[in-house]
């Protein structure tokens, strides 16, 4: 499981990131592992400890994929929670940007690592059930379901950002199937949410 917002760093004091407060891939990790799965959670997010939970610590999304890439092995779920920023600064300065010293400044940023497109070109994440999230704020059902084409994954679950799902405990979505199913996630707490994900790739797992 995957879980928070990537940062990609400007300069060492300084990162681009997201809202993402990593609540609903920590919901994720401990309902499965409650249920008796080895879960690995890799996250940016903090992470206080869980039974059956092994965390690894993560900013970057090129640091994400590495780390998500050593864990496929043995693996029969992954679940892409984490909001992975979709671009990063494109050099980041050794030393810290002094506002003294700098009249303005311009970023320059090119597309990030797209993990979940990555992974679907991985030989070791053949036999692996995916599962990516998508956040939209419009035309989820069309976006979502190009993403599920595209990145070549098992499941997506989207939800609507203009709920206010960002830091909240709550959230709501829709969960879109390669065979064409969907399933309606109505607003719930997180860990509910997590719950019916689960109880959803449960069967359909290799």
């Keep these: ?51 059956g939970v092994a965390a690894r610590q993560v900013e970057s999304a090129a640091e ?13 779920l992954l679940v892409m929670v984490a909001a992975v920023a979709d671009f990063r600064p494109a050099r980041a300065a050794t030393g810290k940007i002094r506002r003294e010293e700098t009249k303005s400044l311009e970023l320059k940023l090119e597309k990030n690592v797209d993990i979940l497109a990555e992974l679907g070109r991985d030989g070791r994440a053949e036999g692996v059930f995916r599962v990516g999230f998508a956040a939209e704020d419009a035309d989820l059902e069309q976006h979502a379901t190009e993403k599920l084409a595209r990145k070549k994954l098992d499941a997506i679950v989207a939800n609507d950002i203009r709920g206010g799902v960002f830091g909240s405990d709550e959230n709501a979505g829709v969960m879109f199937f390669r065979t064409g199913e969907r399933l309606e996630l109505p607003r719930s707490s ?7 994900i689960l109880d959803a790739v449960r069967e359909r797992l290799p």
Aim: hydrophobic share 45%; no cysteine.
């Design 1 to 51: 499981v995957t879980a928070g917002g990537t940062r990609e760093a400007i300069d060492p004091v300084r990162f681009i990131s997201n809202y993402s407060s990593g609540k609903m891939g920590l919901a994720v990790a401990e309902a499965a592992a409650d249920r008796g799965a080895g879960v690995v959670l890799v996250t940016t997010a903090p992470f206080v400890g869980h039974p």
């Design 64 to 76: 994400m994929l590495a780390a998500v890439r050593e864990e496929l092995d043995g693996a029969h």
């Design 190 to 196: 997180k860990r509910q949410m997590a719950e019916r």
